[in-house]
């Protein structure tokens, strides 16, 4: 009896045997697993639509401020380097670090992940298991960015000044849902592959 | 060939993946996983009755929050509030859908499902009834858990709230409060209860005999 025989249900969480003949998880009966190129070429087709999204999101504004009739947009750098220098530093790292470094970490390890567990790369799986444990936690909060600038539409909303989203916010919450959906499908059995 | 009695002993770390065999606990005690400290089970015989209170808590303050003003700025005189209303009418007149579409379901609607399949969960097993249907909303539960954002709204919310301190004079609303009851209770309920818990209980109070009446 090896550790690699025992899965665990993602849904449920209960300790599976893994028999091959049987991929229904005993307790909630949902799917252990399907076959592995789906999961992984799910993933990978998931990461790919999010990592397209991710250059409007960067280039477009995510931001259009109307004054008097004129408009001035803001990309995301924009915005970050303007309350840099207004002097607000916390809030300008939150904000880096939330909207321009999040997505990139994401996509550095779901790659990763994917690529050591196609080609057998050796590293700890535990370390892999904590590497895919992040990237779940970490997803959504890329989300500030845009909800952030939801809320200042609303608030600054007069008939001399009015902001309003741009085209770059779209992409940037289309972008956050996908690198979502590609960590859900991520089947952490490839992981488990790699070792034996 | 292996019983599911004897796999009922292990439990698998959510964290690293470490396969752990199950010790009997003390009322109010907790487990922990020997490689990463992660919490992956604790004894609690009142848990059903705690988290059932919680939860309508929660309800409450949800709907509350999603009510009333939650904040207003005031800029030389100049009045504008933010409510959930005034913020899907400004989405609808820029012609936002997707983000607006994005919003209602990550910060209205997955929530109160969430909190409401939780309601039924506890309330069917406080009344030991219908089984089945309880093991259905426990599935979709572990569906819906990642895709609440309502702790971001509120991180959100207090970056801009920082951006505009210097140019207008900020009101805090009735809904403000509620949110941050709203957080501080789902922090609660998260650390509270946990999906192999749930599901202990599940076999523990109905049994397995559902499961033959559905194959």
Known sequence: ??????????????????????ILCRRCHSKLHQ???????RTLAFLITAMILYIPANLYPILISKQFGVNTESTIIGGVIHLWE??????????????VFVPLLKFIFIIYLLISTKYNVNSSRVDKHKLFYITEAIGPWSMIDVFVVIILAVLIHFSGIQVFPGAGATSFA?????TMLSALSFDTRLIKKGVT | MITNR?????IICKKCDTLHRKIP???????????????IYRRDDKMIEKSLALVITTIISLIVAFEFTIISININGLEQSLSLSSLFAVLIEHNQYVVGIMFLFLIVIFPLMILTSLFFIFFFMKIKKYGYTTKRLLILLSHLKHWSMVDIFFISLLVAMVKLFDYARIEIGVSFVAFILTLILELIITKNISFHELWQEHENIYGEEDDDEEE
Do not use: W
């Open chain 2, 25 to 39: 606990l003390h009322q109010g005690t907790k487990a922990l996983c020997s490689k990463c400290d992660t919490l």
């Open chain 1, 35 to 41: 076959p592995e190129y789906i999961s992984f070429h």
């Open chain 2, 6 to 10: 004897e796999l009922d002993q292990f």
């Open chain 1, 174 to 178: 289309l972008m956050v849902f996908f």
């Open chain 1, 1 to 22: 009896m090896k550790r690699s025989n025992f899965i665990r249900c993602h849904v449920c969480e209960t300790v599976n045997y893994d028999d091959p003949s049987n």
């Open chain 1, 86 to 99: 207004a002097g607000s530093y916390p809030i300008a790292l939150i904000i880096l670090v939330a909207s």
